[in-house]
């Protein structure tokens, strides 16, 4: 099972003052770019709320998507189009030898994405699931 779960919220700089220009060419880019992304990914969609445009992305499939389609690429492309943006990704992935039991975290600030341990929902056996609902019969 490969699951992941991530928000950013918008922002072409991390300076106060922006230029509504940039801004607009900025939502255009992501906008365009995630309209290609959409037919593959289940839920992808950028959303004004209170003055601020936030990315929104959530799935999950049977296995690691490796392709242009692969969740940690789509945020990294996000953070490339929109440089001051911030926000996070959550990924499980029950075929990965070294992290089978636990979420990986990547933090988007200032266009740069970092992996990081989950503190949270990890490891998920036992923090939010039982051994037997993974096993094999």
Sequence with gaps: MYQYHGWAVLSISVDDESNHIEDSKMLLQVQNYISKMKD???????????????????????????????????????????????????????????????FRVYV????????????????LIPTVANKSEFEIE
């Design 108 to 123: 988007l600030t200032r266009g740069d994405i970092s992996e990081k341990s989950d503190t949270y929902l990890s490891p």
């Design 40 to 102: 593959n990914i289940d839920i992808i969609e950028v959303k004004a709320i209170n003055g601020q445009y936030h990315f929104l992305m959530t799935g999950f499939s049977n296995h690691k998507i490796i392709s242009e389609y692969n969740p940690i690429n789509i945020f990294r492309h996000i953070g490339i189009l929109a440089s001051g943006s911030y926000g996070i990704l959550y990924v499980y992935d029950d075929e990965d030898l070294e992290y089978f039991n636990e």
